[in-house]
């Protein structure tokens, strides 16, 4: 299950990107106490909810509601496309809970928000993020650069195609 991300999610947050494969696969985001990870949903996914109508949400277990995650549809201004961005913690990864988590978000951006092509970026080495992508029907499409970085990621594409 996904809901919206809000400021008492922030010790989850602090939690997550700080975990060693956000910092790896995703970078720094120099969140390092409670007030941080407030800034840091409020000013990302709280400001996309608000400007685009989405953004990342919180991904919970259905049966004890337990924040495992987060997963979402973004615009980043660097990209053409809306991608989709997602990060668990350890603990619940290789559990099936992203791919859940990912498949009802594509599946909302298309149903509700009418997105047909949808793009995720990551880095050659994020051997997971690229299973998950394939087993979501991504397909590598180009390496790109996003400006003020040098390092080289990954894009792949999931387009819906539209029959007449």
Known sequence: MVRQL????APFILALTNTAGWLQYIGDRGVRNIADAENYISSGPMASYAK???????AVSKETGMPLGICGIIKRDTLEDRD???AFMPQYTGNGYA???AAAIL???REKLNIQRIVAIT???NSRSIGLLTKLGFSFEKKVRLPGSD???MLFANERVLLD
């Open 6 to 9: 809000c400021p008492e999610d």
């Open 52 to 58: 685009s109508g989405h953004g990342l949400c919180l």
């Open 99 to 101: 791919l859940e988590a």
């Open 151 to 153: 390092e080289e990621l």
């Open 123 to 125: 880095l050659e080495s």
């Open 107 to 109: 599946q909302h951006a």
């Open 84 to 86: 989709l961005g997602f």
